[in-house]
């Protein structure tokens, strides 16, 4: 990355919380969270907050519940004890977690799992010869950035990216649910596709779109890649579909390792 440039705090943490100003057709976004979302009470006092901006998650929520897609009988029916109530959400694969204060969170497995891990992580995991960034007016002019990731942490950084002068192509699928004003907002400065990858011919063409990327941006983890061979592996070359030798997977995570993880705030 070229050094000589710099940015305001003002700018970055805009930047940051800006789906706060978004603006849509001269109007406001509309609201990120849907009618249940939220948190709730518990049997035992403990609260719990539930996620349900995505149908499937919302769904999954009310049928383990038994209510209706109403904010009070939700609160009605999530008179469980609270981790019984979590572990079955997070059996039931929607999104849930029960509030923990910082003792708390500190004692709990998950916890202490993500402590173990840096916050940033360098993996070798090939060779490729070196590539002189072109003269330019901005830090990252130049770099292709292949972005087919989803929702916030991985979409930010693509953007992040693409504010700081990379090519950077979104990736997306109509057939995966998705938040409008979040797809808005975090694809400024991005250019954007449709594939399908349950389709060969689609997941061949993001194959040839890896080839020519000098990163692969991903935040879902390697399961959704294996179907279309592009998980990197450690060893002497970078290999996603053998194709990634010039490539460099770049993966984001609000969650460190863990599939899930519950939400440690002091206070509902």
Known sequence: ???RFSQTGTCSSANFRSERYL???DGPAPDLWSPIAGFYQCADGCWIQIHTSFPHHRAGVLKRLGATNEREAVAKAAAWQGH????ALAVDGVCAGLVRNPDEWAAHAQSVAVS????LEIIRIGDSPPEPL?????PLSGIRVLDPSRIIAGPVAGRALALHGA???QVMASHLPAIEMLAIDTGRGKLSAQLDLRAKAEAERLRMLVREADVFLQATGPAPW??????PKRSRRCALASSMSRC????MSALGRISAASIAWSSP
């Open 1 to 3: 990355m070229r050094s």
């Open 23 to 25: 603006c849509i057709n």
């Open 84 to 87: 019984a109530l979590e572990d």
């Open 116 to 119: 173990r891990l840096p916050i």
């Open 134 to 138: 072109p003269a330019a007016d901005r």
């Open 167 to 169: 090519d950077v192509l």
């Open 226 to 231: 294996r179907g279309v061979a592009l998980v």
């Open 248 to 251: 460099l997977p770049m993966a």
